[in-house]
């Protein structure tokens, strides 16, 4: 039997809440500075959760998983500019008008611990089992977009 589509935006809400666990623990214990791309990708991770747990919580499945997945699309092509960037060292996206405009967002200045961009995103380079942060963070969106299709085009099970 298949999970029901609350089941399935439970888990995605828990897997986002959990990638940006993990990029704390990154921050914070590894000292991986996060760069602007990355931060975005944070907030990215951070909107599917909140919507995808909304959506479960309030019954409203369809609304809630069409912003998440909307935020995932975000997602998907905030990491492949940063796949780009990786790619392509002679293009940077460090200290420039992004970081200077995302650190200026309330959230960064009330929660800089989470959303304060002070990294160079070419130098996101770093192996976690194998593949760098952002080639994660490419398989996690796309995993979540997938999802997030399944469920809106999932038909509603017969009462």
Known sequence: MLPSNRQILFAISSICFALIAFALYLQHIQEMRPCPL?????????????????????????????LALLAALGGLYAVGKHLYVIANPGFSCGIDPMETFLNKIPTAEYLPWLFRADGLCEGATDAVLGLAIPQWSAIWFVVLTVLLAFVLLRKAPQR
């Open 38 to 66: 990355c931060v975005i990708q944070r907030y990215m991770f951070l909107a599917v959760g909140v919507a995808t747990l909304v959506s479960a919580v309030s019954g409203k499945v369809r609304e809630g998983t069409i």
